[in-house]
């Protein structure tokens, strides 16, 4: 879990967040429990997926409290266009923001998914982590994780994703949170999904949809247990 120990009352964004490359786009599900730890521990609803106000960047967070910063100030300044995985490399640790975090040691506990269009309005989907004192960019073909890559639920994304369309996609990530939940309450807990077609703005899915997924990811749940134990 991700702590600060010069801190006695920070935001714990210790989360769970799947991503995945479909045929048509890029989907992230994330949970929404964000917890202070200090002598009282208060538990809050945060949202830990930003879109730029111009709807062209994406950028999914994890970590220690200031990573929410740092997601801020990238998704509010960001370049529209980059012309090749080097120019990104460049760009991000060019920003003091990221380089001023990845020199520290030990280096910053914090994690963050980005997504955003190329000159062809294809989204693409990357990582970002600090190794060895570098900002370090991972471009994410079929899918990845952000935050608790230590849960069992992980898992169900291995086995079980295909590049396929984004709508067929989104009960898998669904599940694949709640699962989390399933295994670490305490500090994963609430869905919400982005998506985010080719040619088109990221949005949101609605709160019915995410009813209905949950729902859905319930009784995948339930037949899975039926089949381990038939006469139960």
């Not at 929404?32 to 730890?37: L, P």
């Not at 062809?120 to 970002?128: A, C, D, G, P, Y």
């Not at 699962?179 to 807990?189: D, K, L, P, Q, R």
Request: proline residues 5%; charged residues 25%.
């Amino acid at each position: 879990m991700y702590r600060n120990a010069a801190s006695l009352n920070i935001v714990d964004f210790m989360t769970l967040q799947v991503a995945f490359v479909g045929l048509d786009g890029i989907l992230i599900a994330s949970d929404t429990k964000s917890a202070s730890d200090g002598p009282i521990r208060r538990i809050t609803q945060a949202r830990k997926i930003l879109v730029s106000g111009d709807n062209a960047f994406v950028c999914a967070f994890a970590g220690e409290s200031r990573s929410l910063a740092v997601a801020q100030e990238l998704a509010y300044d960001f370049p529209p266009t980059f012309h090749g995985d080097q120019d990104l490399w460049r760009y991000l640790n060019k920003r003091p923001v990221l380089t001023e975090l990845a020199v520290g040691d030990p280096a910053p506990s914090m994690e963050f998914l980005i997504a955003f269009q190329d000159g062809q309005k294809v989204w693409q989907l990357w990582s970002i982590s600090f190794q060895k004192r570098l900002v370090v960019p991972r471009r994410i073909e079929t899918r990845d994780v952000c935050g608790d890559h230590t849960t069992s639920a992980v898992f169900l994304s291995d086995i079980y994703y295909r590049k396929d369309s984004i709508d067929r996609l989104k009960l898998l990530a669904a599940h694949v949170v709640l699962g989390g939940h399933e295994m670490n309450s305490a500090y994963i807990e609430g869905l919400y999904i982005l998506i985010a077609k080719h040619g088109r703005p990221p949005v949101f899915i609605e709160p019915d949809e995410l009813k209905t997924l949950k729902e859905s990811s319930a009784r995948v749940r339930g037949e899975i247990g039926k089949l381990f134990f038939p006469n139960n």
